[in-house]
């Protein structure tokens, strides 16, 4: 079973600081990575995807890959209360069948405070 | 409008009885997937589907059937519904590049579905 890895948390910040959320994977056929928002009670929203080992950054959002170490992360800086949300981590083997099927992992709940 | 709708939105149904989630894209996606979402299990894959007419099983299919005559539905049918059922649903859909994609899924807004 190729799973996917998150701390549930709650991770609580202040605002202003920056979050980091992690996730490890255990497919080592993973190429593609995702990062999803979900506010309570909506449907989870793509805020971040990298296929590369090293950071892409978009605004205050950072994602990180280390294929080797079959680690992904996303930093958000300057964290708002807005941010509090689940954020879910997925992976995808984009080859062998796979259908590009999402893998999820079950989510770090992320709390900002004021 | 244009997106990915699902309906309905709440549903409540009895043990037994079978019932049937829509999921409606505009936009001309390959890939549509049906998903629920339980405390505890995060969101775990149902059924997929790679275009008209193609589905196949994902991580929990049993109890579920899907079918897709038309490459903008997919409709998720429960047979018999059991209280095992009761969770939120999620459809989603993925364009399909020559390549490798460049998003992720996108997703519907979701059925809470109550099995009583």
């Known amino acids: 079973q190729k799973e996917v890895e998150q701390n549930s948390g709650p991770l609580s910040v202040p605002e202003g600081a920056i979050a980091s959320l992690n996730c490890t994977y255990s497919d080592r056929g993973s190429q593609s990575f995702f990062w999803y928002r979900q506010y309570s009670g909506k449907s989870p929203e793509l805020i971040m995807f990298i296929y590369s080992n090293g950071d892409k950054e978009d605004g205050r959002f950072t994602a990180q890959l280390n294929k080797a170490s079959q680690y992904v992360s996303l930093l958000i800086r300057d964290s708002q209360p807005s941010d509090s949300a689940t954020y879910l981590c997925?992976?995808?083997?984009?080859?062998?069948?796979?259908?590009?099927?999402?893998?999820f992992g079950k989510g770090t709940l992320l709390t900002v405070n004021p | 409008d244009a997106g990915i709708t699902q309906s309905p939105r709440y549903k409540i149904t009895e043990t037994g009885r079978q019932v049937t989630l829509m999921c409606h894209q505009t936009w001309s996606h390959s890939y549509m997937f049906w998903y629920r979402q339980d405390l505890g299990h995060g969101l775990r894959l149902i059924y997929y589907?790679?275009?008209?007419?193609?589905?196949d099983k994902g991580e929990v299919p049993d109890g579920y059937v899907v079918s897709r005559s038309k490459t903008e539905n997919f409709p998720l049918t429960l047979e018999s519904a059991t209280r095992s059922q009761t969770s939120v649903y999620f459809c989603?859909?993925?364009?399909?590049?020559?390549?490798?994609?460049?998003?992720?899924?996108?997703f519907g807004s979701g059925t809470r579905l109550t099995v009583v």
């Open positions: 589907s790679a275009a008209a007419d193609i589905t």
């Open positions: 989603a859909s993925s364009e399909r590049g020559g390549g490798r994609p460049s998003y992720g899924y996108t």
């Open positions: 997925a992976v995808r083997r984009d080859s062998g069948g796979s259908n590009y099927k999402l893998t």
